[in-house]
C-alpha cells in the first residue's frame, strides 16, 4: 500500500515550533514510486532470466501506447485495438 498526501500531512502550528528547530526526515520524493519497476517489468525480468522455467502458456503482452495507434485511422483505430488484445 502506497502512502497518500493526506496520510503524510501533518498540519503543525507555526507557534509550537521554536526559531532554531528543524523538522527532519521529510518525504521522499514522489518521482522515486515512477522509477520503481512495475509488475509487467519484474515478471518480464524473470522470463528473460529462466525461459527454461517459464510456463508456455503464459504470454506477457505489453500495453499499447497511444503513439503505436496515431498513424491508424479513428474509424479502424477501436477494431484494430480489440484485434491486439487476447481474450
Known sequence: ????????????????????????????????????????????MDRDRQPELWPLNLRLEPQLKKEVFKEVKPSFRSALKKMTKER
Open 1 to 44: 500500500m502506497r502512502a497518500t498526501a493526506t496520510r503524510l500531512v501533518r498540519v503543525i502550528p507555526r507557534s509550537v515550533l521554536k526559531a532554531d528547530q528543524k523538522v527532519y526526515n521529510p518525504p521522499y520524493p514522489q518521482t522515486r514510486d515512477r522509477t520503481r519497476p512495475t509488475l509487467m517489468d519484474a515478471l518480464m
